[in-house]
């Protein structure tokens, strides 16, 4: 990663207040748009954490069709790191075998307009144990290219989940 308009996200998204665990699936049926499925509870916040190598500057960042205000909290010559907030009131528990869709959007300086989307089932607010079911999720990796500092494109996405790639 590095020249030539490549670089890394790393997207980080964990349950606040106490920076909670957030888990994800493996989707064994093909009637879903991807292979895996992050959970998320409804009535909740969630600190979403991305880092950026080689550095980035983030313009803005949409989540769910909402702007939201994204802090830098970190950079050096290697990395920059921002966090923003996301929250779930209101909105409503999937159905049983219906999944979501959390499109993330960002306008990145000198590169373009990356997004991603990704799949998402919320549970009620009371059902903690369905939502802390399946692999706890380390952070979601976005190989990434630029293409003539207008529009990014996703060349490889990974799921981390306790130290295993998938």
Known sequence: MGGGGHFRVTLSIRREPGAGPVFCKMETSARFRQLKTVKLSCEATYRLDISFKPPQLLQTLTIGGKQI????????????????????????????????????????????????CLQIKYYRADDQSHCEWGSRLHCIELDCSSVEGRLVTVDRETYRKLGIDS
């Open 69 to 116: 205000e994204a802090v830098e909290r970190a950079r050096d010559g290697t990395a920059c790191a921002y966090s923003a907030y996301h929250n779930t009131e209101g909105i409503v528990a999937s159905n049983r075998g219906q999944r979501e869709e959390l499109q993330i959007a960002m306008r990145v300086l000198g590169s373009g307009y990356l997004t991603t």
